[in-house]
């Protein structure tokens, strides 16, 4: 299905795989007379995991927020698949259809079971029909290793179970791209291994990700590219093997050397 998501925003925006997936240009966003992100530009490639780190007020989480146009931006432009973000047309669902989301709380629905909460919106918004949806839906919570959890609801799950619960829930919309923004923040230490874990296998299947994150070992493994912002810009990136051993930024340095 995923695939032919993309064959179908390729004809539609003229876009390829060979292109940059998300392509963020001189990207300013403001709350009242606050100026969270001055400027951003960089690209994600398909396949690519990206994450972004950087101290708290730094525009991170804002900034993923806008790439799913749940923030409008002030100026800029920000593409997926070729198809502008914030166009007035823009058709939202179908955006979110290809772009899932992640948050740090886990926004389950609490009665409803495991199953239901990653059935629903393929089954009440997309209307897809139902039996297609649970066997999808099953499979994926097998894949997020919560098989035997179907039928628990919310409140009789660990934290990083019902997160992994909202990985599926995503995943469920087929999205090309997936958003997460700080999602082993809330956890227990001991749950953000199993989360990690699952992030790491969603990329490891090609999954185009990006990340918000305070989990630097994490970034380092599975990372292709970081980028960290400090002020609403992005003061330094580059791939993990140099980031974090030759950053040359005294920000970043000291950034680094508070949290490693």
Partial sequence: MAETNTAAASAAGNWTPEQPIVSLKEV?????????????????????????????????STLIRCINALNPIDSGSIQVEGQEVHDAHLDK??????????????????????LQNVMMA??????????????????????????????????????????????????AMNPDIMLFDEVTAALDPETVKEVLVTIKELAQDGMTCMLVT???????????????????????????????????????????????
């Fill in 214 to 260: 305070h989990e630097m070992g994490f970034a380092r493994e599975v990372a292709d590219h970081i980028y960290f912002t400090d002020r609403g810009v992005i003061v330094e990136h580059g791939p993990p093997a140099t980031f974090f051993s030759e950053a040359k930024d005294p920000r970043t340095q000291e950034f680094l050397g508070q949290i490693l």
């Fill in 93 to 114: 669902l179908a955006l979110r259809k290809k772009v899932g989301m992640v948050f740090q709380q886990y926004n389950l629905f609490p009665h409803k079971t495991a």
């Fill in 28 to 60: 300013r966003k403001s709350f009242g007379d606050l100026e969270v992100l001055k400027g951003i530009t960089f690209d994600v490639m398909k396949g690519e995991v990206i994450c972004i780190i950087g101290p708290s007020g730094s525009g991170k």
């Fill in 122 to 171: 393929p089954v009440q918004v997309l209307k897809q029909d139902k039996a297609e949806v649970e066997a999808r839906a099953r499979k994926l919570i097998k894949k997020v290793r919560l098989e035997g959890k179907e039928e628990s609801y919310p409140g009789e799950l660990s934290g990083g179970q019902q997160q992994r619960v909202a990985i599926a829930r995503s995943l």
